[in-house]
């Protein structure tokens, strides 16, 4: 267990709607990451973070921007979500910044645009 | 990050060693083996790393292979709670932030 929340755990919205997934830390990580998951495409990077107010984006980081005020909150969010952003969602952590760069991973969140 | 292959799928038997192959023939000399597992469901869990050497925690051990092109992980007594996916992953250590995880090997442990 990396000390990591996600919530909420199961969503279900509408297109359009605007949506705020939150990754919780309780180990005072500087890292930490936003994955989705979807059949086919194994996980894929969405945006991470390397410190309060420091983040970068990910392979996948069209349609989703994300918020670090501080170090144990790390918000995605869905400015208006599409059924394309229909996935699960993982938020990961790196313990430590050096040698091994190891990533721990949350219990996920399941979203659904409909 | 060096492309690997993996078999889709391999079933043991319960209370069996666990050998889960992974090729890496094109892995350059700065990069690290990663293994790494999911149960349905749930998020992905690190299993073990290595560079060279072969190396062994308490969940399994990894088997390098002296030219690097290929690795092992062992799951020494398999349970029914080891049947996942597994994914070996291989990465230089910094200067990259993602994770690439292929299709894995979904293994399936018999009773």
């Known amino acids: 267990d990396a000390g990591i929340t996600q919530s909420p755990r199961h969503k279900v919205t509408e297109t359009g709607t605007p949506v705020t997934l939150r990754c919780h830390q309780t180990e005072n990580h500087r890292y930490m990451y936003w994955y989705r998951q979807d059949p086919g495409h194994g996980l894929r990077l969405i945006h991470y973070?390397?410190?309060?107010?420091?983040?970068d984006k990910g392979e996948v980081s069209d349609g989703y921007s994300v918020s670090r005020s501080k170090t144990e909150d790390f918000l995605l969010t869905l400015e208006s979500a599409t059924s394309s952003q229909t996935s699960v969602y993982f938020c990961a952590i790196r313990r430590g910044t050096g040698l091994p760069d190891i990533q721990y991973f949350g219990a996920g969140t399941r979203l659904s645009v409909l | 990050d060096a492309k690997t292959t993996q078999p889709p799928s391999m079933d043991c038997a319960e209370g069996r060693a666990a050998n889960l192959p992974c090729n890496h023939s094109t892995i350059s000399g700065n990069e690290y083996v990663y293994w790494y597992r999911q149960i349905h469901s749930q998020g992905p869990q690190y299993i073990i790393h290595g560079l060279k050497n072969n190396e062994t925690n308490e969940m399994a051990s990894l088997i390098i292979t002296e030219d690097r092109k290929s690795s092992t992980l062992i799951l020494p007594h398999a349970t029914l709670r080891d049947t996942a996916v597994y994914y070996c992953i291989v990465r230089v250590n910094f200067g990259n932030e993602k994770l690439t995880f292929g299709t894995g090997t979904r293994l399936t442990i018999i009773p």
């Open positions: 973070s390397y410190g309060v107010k420091d983040t």
